[in-house]
């Protein structure tokens, strides 16, 4: 037990959260206190027992699947949503949808919608835009060199269970298109801003071609062993 708190007890340096937020989580008698952020909250389970400590009659912990699995959190999720539309609450359906398949700064926007929800605190250090639930920010503190292909980046940001959970063909493949367009977008809004760096002999080396995309389905059965 006394192992149990000092995990508990233990901020992690970096959670992608604001400070008063990573306190509020601190109070709360959490079953593991979340250290990676995108991954710990992806199941919903931390989200179904930190609304239980507001409405515990509405969520009733046994209820929910502490699994991974992409059905365990479909179904956490639609428990969720189901209990907190009864009170008159919502949560945003991309952020829902990001945190699900673990896209960057989805998680950290729901929580912060939770926050918001269950102690009408406002978060006072959150600037900038929405987040688009790209690795775009990450992408751009590397390099030119070093940031991604544009195969690369559909598979960066084209999860693996986002495909499950949605297995048509022509939805995926806009979703392909759609991520190669912004990065042909921004590869041509860097050549402008920085045309002396595509002279360069690396770029003159480097030879790029792209072809038809294809997003390939996973089999119907590969759902149920997830």
């Known amino acids: 037990m006394a192992r149990s708190s000092i995990c508990f007890a233990e901020c992690p340096k970096k959670t992608g959260l604001p ?15 979340p250290k990676n952020v995108r991954r710990d909250f992806s199941s919903g389970y931390l989200v179904a027992q930190i609304f239980s400590h507001y409405y515990p009659r509405d969520f009733s912990l046994h209820s929910y699947d502490r699994g991974t699995s992409l059905s365990a959190k479909q179904w956490n999720w639609s428990q969720i949503e189901r209990s907190l539309e009864k009170r ?16 960057p700064g989805a998680a950290e926007l729901l929580v912060l919608e939770v926050y918001t929800i269950l102690t009408k605190g406002r978060v006072s250090d959150v600037e900038g835009p929405e987040p688009d639930f790209t690795d775009e920010e990450y992408q751009n ?14 598979k960066n940001n084209l999860t693996a269970t986002e495909i499950k959970a949605a297995p048509d063909i022509s939805t995926n493949q806009r979703k392909a298109e759609n991520i190669l367009r912004r990065h ?37 059965h590969s759902l149920v062993n997830y």
């Open 19 to 33: 400070r008063e937020v990573v306190k509020w989580l601190q109070t709360l008698d959490l079953a593991f206190y």
């Open 88 to 103: 008159n609450l919502y949560l945003k359906k991309e952020a829902i949808d990001g945190t699900i398949h673990c896209k």
């Open 141 to 154: 503190l590397l390099p030119s060199l070093a940031r991604s292909t544009a195969s690369k980046a559909i």
């Open 184 to 220: 042909l977008e921004h590869k041509a809004a860097e050549r402008i801003l920085n045309p002396e760096l595509w002279s360069s002999p690396a770029w003159s080396r480097a030879s790029v071609s792209f072809k038809e995309i294809k997003v390939r389905q996973p089999a119907k």
